[in-house]
């Protein structure tokens, strides 16, 4: 652990995105929307964060699995779980393995308001690239909107070694509380969901031997 119980300074150079181009990249993402969108609303797949309080009323819910995909602390957070100086990690989807979540089924009726707010929620950080994958889910497949890692974007961490991942998340804090706090909230909420993932699991028990 680092001698003053802080992760390493690291510096970064980004911006939060303005309103226009969050309701730009909410324009991009309906117009690539399934054809039936307008009809029967649309998938949307949750991984981390969203668990907790979603600013929407979804029609329904599923447990659903995205095959090629995982969640990973990728990315540099500046502002929710650390600061500028000392920026904590965030969770990002990216190739790999595969991805538990819940698909959330959003009304036709109110999808762009539902959608409005979870833009303001995850996508006022230039983390992400919203993009529609296949999931699969014991009903079927379906068309599921989801929150890709931009991996062009300045918050993308690629090469973060082990050692690093365990200090930052055991001693970044930001607005929105500790990293460590996050990573065990997720923890749980995937749990309480019935999607435990272990290997988070397995990663908050490590972080809490850092601390």
Known sequence: MLPSGQAKESPLNYRLRTQEELDASLDQALAAAPRDTARSGAWLFVYGSLLKEPPFSP???RHAVLEGWERVFCLADPKMRGTPRHPGLSLGLIRGHRCAGVAYRLSARTLREDLKG??????VLPFYAACWLQALTQQGPIR??????????PLYEPSLSELAMLERLATCAGEN??????LEQTVQQLAEVGIPD???AQLARRVRTVR
């Open 118 to 123: 979870v833009w303001q929620r995850e996508m």
């Open 59 to 61: 029609e329904e819910q």
């Open 144 to 153: 599921v909107l989801t929150f890709c890692t931009d991996l062009h974007g």
């Open 198 to 200: 272990e290997g988070l």
């Open 177 to 182: 509380g500790s990293n460590a706090a996050y």
